[in-house]
């Protein structure tokens, strides 16, 4: 049975709430249009995603995944609201949750937005990002490909590089690939890789070339310029040219190391085309895991009942 009421942080769920997201999830995923089915979980229920940063992925497969449940939903955008006439978010909130909804999915740049909602309204809240801190469903889904490709978690090899300090994917990615048993290493300059990341268990390994020797598994970051208030890198030429990932040196990882990448990608900065194109990249195939684990997040938080297939 499922007890959580919200999905916050990685930090949260336990080793067997994350195998039963990651195993309903199996159980919604598709490999093409043709096998899509739609649920009546979330029947007579709104799932609004309240996004206060822009996103294509979250947003989108939280929308699908919710309609795939048979939910009604709604895409709340701040920049067409009413926060730019100067309401705050709670009072946005209120407002929202005065019209009944079930679930509300929020992205918002301050870290911490999330967990102050789950304390503050009655209906179910998930993270969908919460400035550079956590991305949990991105981190399972991320996990959900690992597991495809590599059946297990124990002792497999992760590389995770780039603009680890404003990635709250590498934050939520670490906490719960180390909690099912992975050993974790990170790269990037040592501007955007604070050693103190190393408290949650990880090793620093500054230069990206050590980092790839014997990886399972190899997770490329975006760089965030937008996150970065002053330069913490020459030119993105330099940083491509240490810390890009291209097809010369994807051959010092394992002959059987996957790609990953969260998206929006760099093109050729954190990674070179031939790269994120390859037989090898999982890339899009994270994309539409987004979907399966989101539909399971809500399936779950709604009260993970037994399913029943819609008939058409
Ligand atoms: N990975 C991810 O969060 O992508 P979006 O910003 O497009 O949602």
């Known amino acids: 049975m499922w007890v959580k009421k919200h999905l916050i942080s990685m930090g949260d769920l336990s080793v067997n709430e994350i195998t039963k997201i990651l195993d309903t999830a199996k159980m919604f995923s598709v490999s093409d249009q043709s096998k899509i089915k739609t649920y009546d979980t979330l029947k007579g229920k709104t799932v609004v995603n309240l996004f206060y940063e822009a996103s294509t992925r979250t947003r989108t497969s939280f929308e699908i995944a919710a309609k795939r ?28 949750e005065a019209m009944y909804p079930s679930i509300i999915v929020v992205r918002h740049p301050l870290a911490g937005t999330p967990l102050l909602l789950s304390k503050r309204v009655r209906v179910n809240v998930v993270n969908a990002g919460d400035g550079p801190h956590e991305h949990p469903s991105q981190a399972l889904l991320d996990m959900m490909m690992i597991r495809d490709v590599k059946k297990d ?6 590389a995770i590089i780039g603009d680890i300090a404003h990635s709250r994917v590498a934050r939520s990615n ?23 990341i190393e408290k949650l268990g990880v090793k620093v390994e500054y230069d990206m070339n050590k980092v790839l020797k014997g990886c399972d598994v190899i997770m490329m ?11 913490l890198f020459p030119s993105k030429r330099e940083y491509a040219r240490f810390f890009g990932l291209n ?13 990953m990448h969260p998206g929006p990608m760099n093109r050729g900065v954190e990674i070179s085309s031939e790269v994120a ?36």
């Open 153 to 158: 978690f124990k002792d497999l090899e992760i």
């Open 69 to 96: 449940l048979s939910a009604d939903t709604v895409n709340f955008s701040a920049e067409s609201s009413s926060v730019g006439k100067g309401e705050t978010l709670l009072d946005t909130v209120r407002n929202i």
């Open 247 to 259: 097809a010369e040196r994807l051959k010092l990882a394992k002959p059987d190391a996957i790609i």
């Open 221 to 231: 970051l975006r760089l965030q310029l937008e996150r970065q208030s002053q330069k």
């Open 174 to 196: 670490i906490i719960g690939l180390k909690k099912m048993g992975a050993n974790v290493r990170v790269s990037g300059p040592p501007t955007l890789v604070p050693k103190v």
């Open 277 to 312: 194109d390859s037989s090898r990249s999982k890339i899009l195939g994270q994309v539409s895991n987004g979907v399966a684990v989101r539909m399971a997040i809500l399936h779950l938080l709604a009260g993970g009942g037994q399913l029943y297939e819609n008939s058409h």
